[in-house]
Each structure stands twice: as C-alpha cells, then as structure tokens.
T-cell receptor
Framework: GEDVEQSLFLSVREGDSSVINCTYTDSSSTYLYWYKQEPGAGLQLLTY?????DMKQDQRLTVLLNKKDKHLSLRIADTQTGDSAIYFC??????????FGTGTSLTVIP | SQTIHQWPATLVQPVGSPLSLECTVEGTSNPNLYWYRQAAGRGLQLLFY??????ISSEVPQNLSASRPQDRQFILSSKKLLLSDSGFYLC????????FGPGTRLTVL
C-alpha cells in the first residue's frame, strides 16, 4: 500500500507556531487531509487540500503542499493548549481507500 | 447535516466471547463505510470497507467479520474474541472526505 509518514512527536510553547510535516509516496494522490484526534475521541477532519493547490489557509491553519517532493505540512499559528492532540495526515487517490500516517503527537507547553 | 454514531462507547469482554459493534450514519445515502482499529501504538489499521449493502472488502485476515445489512448500518462482529482484539475501533464514512465516528474502546480480558 501507499506510505504516509510523519514524525511521532512535536512540542511547542503556547503562542508559538507549530508545523507538522508529512510525506507520502502516491503520486496520484488527489486529496490530502489533516485530522485531529483528542484523547479517547474519533478523528476530526480539520482541513483538506486538492492536489492542484499549493496552499490553503483556514483561520489559524495553513496547509502547504509540495507535490514535486510529495510533502504536506500543517502550520498552526498562535498554538494554544487546546491544540494538544494527535494530528494525522491522510491521502486519497480518488478511490475507496484512504491512507493515514502514524500521527504526530503535539504537546503545547504553557 | 451528516452524523455518524457508534455503540457501545466502551466494552469489556472476556476472551472467547462474541462481539458486535454497530455503526450508523445519518444524513447521507449510499456512503462508503469503513471499520478501522487503532491500537495503543496510534496508527490506524483498515479492517473492512463497504461500498454498498452486502458488499464487504476485507483488508486483514483475522477473526473479525463485517456486515452491512442496511445502507447506513455497518456492523463489526466476532464469534470468539482474542486478547489481541483489544483496541479502539473507529467507524467512518466517506464522500471525497472521510468522517469518523466517536469510536468504541474494546478491552478483552
């Protein structure tokens, strides 16, 4: 299957920006997604980007896509303690299957 | 708007007992439905997906099975649970984007 990779941990101070990175291998990816999972809960879709876009901004969230390098990032501006969670990137090539990374655990230090 | 429900929220079962987890979706028709398991190590493992009533694709051979008796109902079952079946089970539906239910925490003792 397709590989989607993320670093496991990230710590930032409250008020700083967080950047969570993801690489994928499927060059036919059509959609790329970022999900947030809080403890004991399901995955919440945060944002997504089509493969023909380079950037998408939604309030404090900025998604950057480098299709050539197959690299996706999520930037969270002014990170708050409520942003502490596990963040998953995922990709879909238009078919039935979605491929998820292993998740990045973000810890926000007050 | 669409919503997805799972129950029970938590379950503690002895080894060798049967299992039935239910997932229902509201507000959409003919969705693709999925069962994932999330072990303690965090990654999501796709177990089954369904593109329609009675149509089930199995991704991983194991002692679990899935059924889709109605368009918006997806059931995960087992005849005899193993210790290794413990985990967090997530149901999801998709239409370009994938949306997850709240999950069921299963502990097999």
């Amino acid at each position: 299957g397709e590989d989607v990779e993320q670093s496991l941990f990230l710590s930032v101070r409250e008020g700083d920006s967080s950047v969570i990175n993801c690489t994928y291998t499927d060059s036919s990816s059509t959609y790329l997604y970022w999900y947030k999972q809080e403890p004991g809960a399901g995955l919440q879709l945060l944002t997504y980007i089509f493969s023909n876009m380079d950037m998408k901004q939604d309030q404090r969230l900025t998604v950057l896509l480098n299709k050539k390098d197959k690299h996706l990032s999520l930037r969270i501006a002014d990170t708050q303690t409520g942003d502490s969670a596990i963040y998953f990137c995922a990709e879909n090539a238009g078919g039935n299957q979605f491929y998820f990374g292993t998740g990045t655990s973000l810890t926000v230090i007050p | 708007s669409q919503t997805i429900h799972q129950w029970p929220a938590t379950l503690v079962q002895p080894v060798g007992s049967p299992l039935s987890l239910e997932c229902t979706v509201e507000g959409t028709s003919n969705p693709n439905l999925y069962w994932y398991r999330q072990a303690a190590g965090r990654g999501l493992q796709l177990l089954f997906y369904s593109v329609g009533i009675g149509q089930i694709s199995s991704e991983v051979p194991q002692n679990l099975s899935a059924s889709r008796p109605q368009d918006r109902q997806f059931i995960l079952s087992s005849k005899k649970l193993l210790l290794s079946d413990s985990g967090f089970y997530l149901c999801a539906w998709s239409a370009q984007k994938q949306f997850f239910g709240p999950g069921t925490r299963l502990t097999v003792l």
